[in-house]
């Protein structure tokens, strides 16, 4: 089945615990993104990349770093996460980051800071 | 002014009816345009893609183009109560880099 995959679900985590969100794809898609999404701002791109070795922020990287040394994989990680984190993530992937394909995303890592 | 705008709602709408959802964005060299929908709890869940102006079909669903006027909409016809859930529109940017950037939803509920 194609799909994107996040794990973990649900994270609790304390202030500046280091932490990772795993984020995979099957369908040999080229674009990699991820959101996160808060009541009343919507979804907000935190950063993207084009294919592997190739990313870029989105517009709200500050606090998160990202690398994509497969394909497939694009973890999100958080270096020192702060309780203005808490949020719900999506990853998302497309074919292509141009044209008309849009993005498949994940299940969502609901994550809290406490 | 925001990117991509859509009225929050709720919007209410009678089962078996047409439901008209509307977004407008600001970018005029706007390439490509989707509308996810998203139930409580979940994740978004593209139904329709549109890049050209005019009308798309897919079954009870139409996407509906306007350049010119930087507007899009999607029509539910049969309105069922299924369909309640959060509607979002997106616009891909064209840039050197493209990206997709969302509205804030219009929550939609069909009542029986």
Redesign the interface.
């Known amino acids: 089945e194609a799909q994107v995959t996040q794990n973990p679900r649900y994270l609790i985590t304390v202030t500046g615990k280091k932490l990772t969100v795993t984020c995979s794809q099957n369908m040999n898609h080229e674009y990699m ?1 991820w ?1 996160r999404q808060d009541p ?4 907000r ?1 935190i950063y ?1 990349s ?1 294919n592997v070795e190739v990313t ?1 922020k ?1 517009d709200v990287p500050e606090g998160y770093k990202v690398s994509r040394k497969e394909k497939r994989n694009f973890p999100l990680i958080l270096e020192s996460p702060s309780p203005n984190q808490t949020s719900l993530y ?1 990853c998302a992937s ?1 074919l292509s ?12 890592t609901r994550l809290t800071v406490v | 002014q925001k990117e991509v705008e859509q009225n929050s709602g709720p919007l209410s709408v009678p089962e078996g009816a047409i439901a008209s959802l509307n977004c407008t964005y600001s970018d005029r060299v706007s390439q490509s345009f989707f509308w996810y929908r998203q139930y409580s709890g979940k994740s978004p869940e593209l139904i329709m893609s549109i890049y050209s102006n005019g009308d798309k079909e897919d079954g009870r669903f139409t996407a509906q183009l306007n350049k010119a006027s930087q507007y899009v909409s999607l029509l539910i016809r049969d309105s069922q109560p299924s369909d309640s859930a959060t509607y979002l529109c997106a616009v891909r940017i064209y840039s050197s880099a493209s990206k997709i950037i969302f509205g804030s939803g219009t929550r939609l509920s069909i009542r029986p």
């Open positions: 993104s959101y009343g701002l919507g979804l791109q993207y084009m870029d989105g999506f497309s980051g141009q044209g008309v394909y849009g993005y498949t995303f994940g299940s969502g």
